[in-house]
């Protein structure tokens, strides 16, 4: 890419040398397309951009020096100056070629003389100033196509050394026009030549092959065109020295060169002249007779600068334009005029004059040397039409063209000796027809052909008289070929020819009597089968016409029907009809009257509703209106009162107090609440108690009854009895009245005891709601106990709690980095960009074209400006690889909204699965169910019951729609509602919530204070001290009796060495740990240019460590079979190889399924991780030294090159899409968490840092100095154990730096880089890595060039306390940890990777 100044171009028709010709345009020839070519053509063959820019001010100047005009002085009619409309193209000519106006139209107007004492200047007329101008802008386009056509040759890369080479010459064809000129006759000229080399060339063949066959010849029968050529260039006689004289002559012309060549070449037989035009001559090419007319040939042949003109180019300012003219002989002699004195006297006082002839005449020579010297192969090229039309063949052009061409006398070269030649067999099989049998049957039996085919010619020169021609033989007979003259070959081939023709004659007639015979046969037989047909055809239309006869009777009657049923459904139709007409009349008087009843009720229902609506209205807004100033006056209060707290440090311990008495105070609650509790459950158990009883008297009533049941019936039985009946009636009444006193005692107790049931469900619901409120009590309690008394570190130790997504205030200050407001999440399929592009269409339109550029991105950030609000938008794929990618912004993410498709019930459960994900992030749910296709008629396949119980579970909301915007409504409204504050409990946003997740600044103050009398976390410290990496081999009791007590590292241990060569390994990287659950990949980079990817197992305690974690590619682990018993037997997953030198960085995709390398060979490698194949490449003009994907654009990467320049570049094309200049060679890249600024480090130790503004530009934020020495590597750091997101930086001055980054304000835009501490790395010549394990509260891992990996604690109060580990011999070059940290992988300069695992002694007992 380049820029061109287009300064003194205009439209073609601003200039007058571009429109003397009507044709301005081309057919199928685009302009812009040609001259891009052009500039590439020139970049190719290696023009400089300065060079190129300069070409094009002399083109522009060449263009408007056609458009300065001269006029004559008032003062003098014989001089001239510049018209003063062109003032502005003279200025525009003087100002591109570096030249000052008034000299350049003095050099145009004027010419100057010297004599003996002084320089004369005298003014020219204005022809002659328009002629300075034109042999001006002659000369310059001419100085820059010598200069293009130098370069060009320098740029071949010719060797003189070399001897053989092939070269091409293209030439003009023979030239004869109406008006022939100078510029023919030397085109012409150039053709005779170029034919008198080619007859001799045609001559030397036929020498060479008559010499071959030996076969006597005649060479005095070729043509030649010496004479032609002498007349042309003869010395002194010649009509170009002639030119050339006359040229030198004073007051030379024309007319005087014409009469002298009639004077020297009067009779010449190629010399002839025109009576009626004194000013033409003649000239009889090889090609035919060619006029000139002579007028013009001297200023022509001239063509020469005033000195004036070139002492003005040569004084220009523009060194491009003086030194070509300094460079050209021709003025050399000009400008330099004491070399030209110098070379005068050596060549013996003479100056040569150049001129055009003179020039030519050279050229062509030195070019006929060259050519004499070569094999050469000719090739006419004609040109069938002057239409350009296909199919069309003009004889009369193409005859010119052959002629012109030297064609026709080539074929008279040829036809001046044995033009047809055949060998001996075809020579006696074509001829031996013509022959007298007797002969052929004599000579059949020779095997000599050559022998063979002379006598056959000898008899047929007799038998046929063949004439003698008076040079040479008739015919020849050579080694292989025969040769005849044409007259000879005419006659036998006639002859052959006759004889032929009566045979086909003969032929012929037998033929055509054997078909006429057969043709007389056919017919016959056909006519007697013609008339069989006819009778069997007259028999079938008599049995056609008796069937047809028949048909029409049955059809009559079968039309008579017709008529008859149609007349009578015509008549019911109409009757029909009738009765419609009148039931429609009442049915639309109906609708009508309802029509009138609906919108009654419409009307009525929507001005009540309107009514009811403004007056909610209404009393909406004036609550709002209330609560904002309630809740900004309390705000104010609350300020006022925490900023009078902060001034001193007895205020804060007061406050550390009042909070240890609230303490105090909740703990007597909770002992209260602890009481009620025993209580309640005494009170249980007594109830239960009597349930219990009563349930037993109520069995007890049971059996009394049914005895008293039983003594009934026997009752009964005996009033069977009449006498007994009687008898026994009065006590069968007293029975009965028991009876029904026990029934009614049953029924209250019944009813008693249903009254106890209802009360105990009762107390069991107040048990189980006190139960909830007194655990919810101790949680917040403990949650408070912990903030004031145990600080951030106990926070953080505690379970994963949810944190708030209230968005920050003036004066409040949010804990977590959360900086996304919503992230839509989904599987595939479910609608969530359409949802976004309808909300952007509907809010934002002017977003809109940012959204479909940045679609195909994996996850793509958008802004949206809502109402007041700027809300920032995260939308995710759905694509199953870069899951992991995504759930890492659950927890930078207020609000994470999952999409579903209502109409697809796989979509709900992998919504309800990422919802439980969601929740242990931290973030607010949304389930969102996306109505889309319920709309366009499909039916409802999901349980929307399940989702909202879902969202219940999850504290989160669950809606339906087919519009996202709803979703953002519900998010901002319950955004507002936590923003407020609680006046019971006195906090807001910056006091401690219920979920305990934020610290209050006086608690954090009270920490501080803490921190400063010595109080530090002792549980901090603790998980400081575990050491790096996590416990991932069980060891042995050896290993254990023989590790030291008191040392972290002393369990961590090398296990496995790799090495593949003895070149040192440049870069390692761990990669694929979210695909498989059996292993994991290690990728190895060399010095030497390979790439070797390892495939590590995991260990039993890895595997456990995972969990139920799920692994898109399990089954591609399964089908490599599972994983060998030994962690320890690490398999080659794959070999890459390309590279030809040393590669500088490896990095995987973001999908993790390719590989991508940088190296110092200048190129930019994607390799296929499995098969090892190689992608894509991608060639820089110098070494890359890093790479990085942007991580919202996986299409897109950034590189940088040692030329200091930073290239986005699109993966997919190739197309550079952004180029940025750094200041020095960039060696190390790295994008901070929120994946929006780009960290780079420089080679003079400073890191500049780039905001990525959308998914394919760059631009510069703010740059820090970090070090003398280059940076090497940077880690970046998430934020944990209180401590800010941090940069881990290898520089090579000896140290690696802990860098803290500054976010906001504005929220999560990076603002500041500020160094916590350096510590010492012995690091000055190799380019060292670093990472980072988040074991403890983390540690910086570093290689260094004492053989050891250096390890620094970043805990606090651990003060950087260094460890190292021994094993390497020679310069640890780098090192690198898996994502689970189990694993840590350190690689020297002699090709040695070494793996270093924690074991694990907790089975092994004390």
């Not at 028709?13 to 057919?27: E, G, H, I």
């Not at 290696?46 to 190129?52: E, L, P, R, S, Y």
């Not at 080694?479 to 003259?485: D, N, P, Y």
């Not at 200048?1162 to 991580?1191: H, Q, Y």
């Amino acid at each position: 890419e380049m820029d061109v100044n287009m300064e003194g171009f205009a439209e073609l028709s601003n200039f007058a040398y571009l429109t003397r010709s009507t044709c301005r345009t081309l057919k199928d020839v685009n302009d812009v397309e040609f001259f891009e070519r052009r500039i590439l053509a020139m970049q190719t063959i290696g023009i400089a951009t300065d060079d190129m820019r300069q070409v094009f001010n002399v083109i522009a100047a060449v263009l408007n020096l056609g458009n300065i005009k001269f006029d004559a002085p008032p003062n003098n009619s014989e001089g001239s100056m510049v018209m003063q409309e062109c003032s502005s193209s003279i200025e525009l000519v003087a100002k591109l070629i570096g030249v000052v106006r008034k000299d350049l139209e003095l050099a145009l107007c004027n010419v100057s003389r010297q004599t003996m004492k002084e320089k004369i200047r005298s003014p020219v007329n204005v022809r002659m100033a328009s002629d300075n101008r034109d042999a001006l802008a002659k000369s310059l386009y001419g100085i820059i196509f010598n200069f293009i056509v130098e370069t060009s040759n320098v740029s071949i890369g010719y060797r003189p050394e070399v001897k053989l080479f092939v070269g091409v010459l293209d030439i003009f064809g023979f030239e004869c026009f109406k008006m022939n000129s100078f510029e023919q006759l030397c085109i012409n000229f150039t053709n005779e030549r170029l034919q008198q080399f080619f007859n001799s060339f045609v001559f030397k063949l036929e020498e060479q092959l008559y010499d071959r066959e030996g076969i006597p010849w005649d060479a005095l029968d070729f043509p030649d065109n010496q004479d032609s050529v002498d007349i042309l260039q003869a010395r002194g006689t010649g009509i170009f020295a002639i030119l050339d004289e006359e040229c030198m002559v004073p007051q030379g012309s024309d007319q005087g060169f014409c009469n002298k060549l009639g004077k020297q070449h009067r009779g010449h037989r190629r010399f002839d002249e025109i009576k009626t035009k004194p000013t033409w001559f003649i000239i009889k090419h090889f090609a035919g007779p060619v006029g000139y007319c002579t007028d013009g040939f001297l200023d022509k042949n001239k063509d020469q600068l005033s000195n004036d003109l070139i002492e003005c180019m040569g004084g220009s300012s523009n060194d491009f334009v003086a030194g070509l003219f300094r460079k050209d002989i021709k003025y050399a002699e000009v400008l330099d005029k004491d070399k030209a004195k110098t070379e005068d006297k050596r060549v013996g006082g003479k100056k040569k004059k150049y001129t055009v002839s003179s020039e030519f005449k050279d050229q062509l020579s030195s070019l006929m040397d060259i050519v004499d010297l070569t094999e050469p192969h000719f090739i006419r090229c004609i040109k069938p039409n002057p239409q350009n039309e296909a199919d069309r063949y003009d004889r009369k052009a193409v005859t010119e063209q052959l002629r012109y061409g030297g064609v026709l006398q080539v074929v008279q070269v040829s036809r001046a000796g044995y033009p047809v030649r055949i060998n001996h067999h075809e020579c006696w099989d074509d001829y031996k027809v013509i022959a007298s049998p007797a002969v052929v049957a004599g000579l059949k039996h020779l095997d000599d052909g050559k022998l063979r085919a002379q006598k056959l010619l000898e008899h047929l020169t007799t038998d046929l008289n063949i004439p003698k021609p008076p040079h040479g033989l008739s015919w020849a007979v050579g080694k292989t070929l025969v040769f005849f003259k044409l007259p000879a070959f005419e006659r036998i081939k006639f002859a052959r020819l006759e004889l032929l023709i009566k045979s086909t004659t003969l032929i012929q007639a037998c033929w055509r009597r054997k078909v006429r015979r057969d043709m007389y046969k056919a017919i016959r037989l056909f006519t007697r089968h013609v008339q069989a047909l006819i009778r069997t055809k007259q028999s079938r239309m008599d049995l056609q016409e008796r069937k047809t006869e028949k048909a029409a009777t049955k059809v009559q009657a079968l039309g008579r029907r017709f008529n008859a049923r149609k007349h009578y459904l015509r008549t019911l139709q109409k009757v029909v009809r009738i009765q419609a007409w009148r039931r429609g009349i009442a049915g639309r008087s109906c609708a009508k009257e309802r029509k009138l009843y609906v919108c009654a009720m419409k009307i009525q229902r929507t001005f009540r509703r309107v009514q009811e609506q403004t007056v909610f209205s209404t009393l909406l807004r004036s609550i709002r209106v209330a609560q904002e100033r309630w809740r900004m006056h309390y705000a104010k209060q609350q300020m006022k009162q925490l900023k009078q707290e902060a001034k001193e440090v007895g205020a804060l311990m007061a406050k550390n107090q009042k909070a240890q008495e609230q303490a105090a105070e909740l703990r007597k609650r909770n002992e209260e609440m602890e009481a009620v509790h025993l209580q309640l459950s005494s009170e249980k158990k007594s109830l239960l108690a009597r349930i219990k009883q009563l349930e037993d008297q109520l069995q007890e009533m049971q059996q009394q009854m049914d005895m008293a049941k039983q003594e009934a019936v026997d009752a009964a039985q005996l009033a069977a009895d009449a006498a007994q009946a009687q008898a026994n009636s009065e006590a069968l009444e007293g029975m009965k009245k028991s009876l029904e006193e026990r029934d009614n005692e049953v029924s209250a107790l019944r009813a008693e005891m249903e009254k106890l049931k209802e009360g105990n469900e009762q107390q069991r619901e107040e048990l189980k709601g006190a139960e909830a409120r007194y655990q919810q009590l101790l949680k917040s309690t403990a949650m408070q106990s912990m903030a004031n008394l145990g600080g951030s570190g106990q926070i953080n130790a505690a379970a994963p709690q949810r944190q708030s997504v209230a968005p920050t205030r003036v004066g409040a200050k949010l804990a977590s980095n959360r900086n996304v407001f919503i992230q839509i999440v989904g599987s595939v399929g479910v609608g969530k960009t359409s949802l976004l592009e309808g909300l952007i269409k509907e809010h934002d339109p002017t977003q809109l074209q940012k959204f479909y550029e940045q679609r195909p991105n994996l996850m793509t950030h958008h802004q949206i400006q809502m109402g007041e609000r700027l809300l920032k938008l995260l939308d995710c794929s759905g694509n199953s690889r870069a899951q992991h990618l995504v759930k890492e912004w659950f927890s930078r993410s207020m609000w994470v909204c999952v999409v579903y498709d209502m109409s697809a019930p796989r979509s709900l459960e992998h919504a309800l699965e990422m919802s439980k994900e969601v929740t242990a992030a931290g973030a607010k749910l949304i389930l969102f169910g996306n109505k889309y296709a319920l709309e366009h008629g499909e039916a409802a396949k999901v349980d929307v019951m399940a989702a909202k119980d879902a969202a219940v579970r999850n504290e989160g909301i669950a809606l339906e729609s087919s519009a996202l915007v709803e979703a953002v409504r519900m998010a901002l409204s319950a955004t507002e509602e936590a923003e407020g504050i609680d006046p019971q409990t006195g906090q807001g946003l910056d006091g401690l919530s219920p979920d305990g997740n934020r610290k209050s600044s006086i608690s954090a103050a009270i920490d501080s204070v803490k921190s400063w009398f010595g109080a530090a976390d002792r549980q901090g410290i603790r998980s400081a001290n575990q050491g790096v990496l996590r416990p991932s081999l069980k060891g042995t009791k050896a290993m254990k009796a023989s590790r030291r007590e008191g040392d972290a590292n002393a369990d961590l241990r090398p296990v496995q060495e790799l090495q593949d060569s003895e070149s040192a390994v440049t870069c390692i990287a761990f990669g694929q740990e979210r695909l498989h659950r059996a292993y994991i990949l290690l990728a190895t980079a060399s010095k030497d240019g390979t790439v070797i990817i390892y495939r590590c197992y995991r260990t039993e305690m890895e595997i456990a460590y995972l969990a139920d974690q799920d692994f898109p590619q399990d089954d591609d682990a399964q089908a490599g079979g599972a994983p060998p018993a030994d962690h320890s037997n690490i398999a080659v997953h794959s070999r890459l190889v390309g590279h030809a030198r040393a590669i500088t960085s490896i990095f995987f995709n973001l999908l993790e399924d390719q590989l991508v390398t940088t190296s110092i060979d200048k190129s930019v490698r994607f390799w296929n991780i499995d098969s090892g194949e190689m992608l894509k490449v991608f060639t820089d003009s110098s070494p890359v030294p890093v790479a990085a994907f942007l991580p919202f654009n996986p299409q897109v990467f950034v590189a940088a090159n040692s030329n200091a320049v930073l290239r986005l570049v699109n993966v997919q094309n190739g197309m550079v899409l952004q180029k940025l200049k750094v200041e020095t060679e960039v060696r190390a890249l790295k994008f901070d968490d929120t994946g929006l600024f780009l960290l780079a480090g420089t080679k003079s130790g400073s890191i500049h840092v780039l905001e990525a503004s959308d998914s394919s530009t760059l631009k510069f934020k703010f740059k820090v100095q970090l070090a003398r020495g280059g940076v090497t590597c940077i880690c970046f750091v998430n934020a944990a154990y209180g401590q800010p997101p941090c940069l881990l930086v290898n520089t090579s001055d000896s140290s690696a730096t802990i860098i803290d980054c500054t976010y906001g304000p504005p929220a999560g835009v990076l603002t500041n880089l500020a160094v916590r501490h350096r510590v010492r790395v012995a690091h000055s010549l190799l380019p060292l890595k670093c990472c980072y394990s988040p074991s403890g509260q983390g540690y910086l891992i570093s290689g260094s060039e004492d053989k050891e990996v250096y390890i620094y604690s970043l805990a606090k109060g651990t003060n950087y306390k260094m460890q190292y580990l021994k094993h390497h011999q020679v310069p640890v070059v780098a090192v690198a940890t898996n994502l689970q940290d189990t694993l840590l992988a350190s690689a020297d300069s002699l090709g040695r990777i070494v793996l270093w695992r924690r074991m694990d002694f907790s089975h092994i007992p004390d």
